[in-house]
């Protein structure tokens, strides 16, 4: 199983979103700030990884939720 993480950041009515890159997987979608769960990390060590790693920000969670989500192979 693969954990991730993902930051849902609010100003207001405004979500903050990151635009993928045109080159690789998913080009030009649109996703929430976030990635994979490292091992020996918890999952509130790797989203504040993420963060310092993609956006520069030191943040910390306010309220946290959890999703889990599956898919079927063929």
């Known amino acids: 199983m693969l954990t991730v993480v993902a930051a849902l950041i609010l100003d ?7 635009q ?3 080159f690789g997987s998913h080009p030009l ?3 929430f700030p976030g990635g994979k769960v490292e091992a020996g990390e918890t999952v509130e060590e790797a989203l504040r990884r993420e963060l310092r790693e993609e956006l520069f920000i ?3 969670a306010v309220e946290a939720m959890q999703a889990t989500l599956a898919q079927a192979r063929a």
């Open 20 to 22: 993928r890159s045109p």
């Open 12 to 18: 207001g009515d405004r979500v903050l979103l990151g």
């Open 29 to 31: 979608k649109w996703e």
């Open 58 to 60: 030191d943040a910390r």
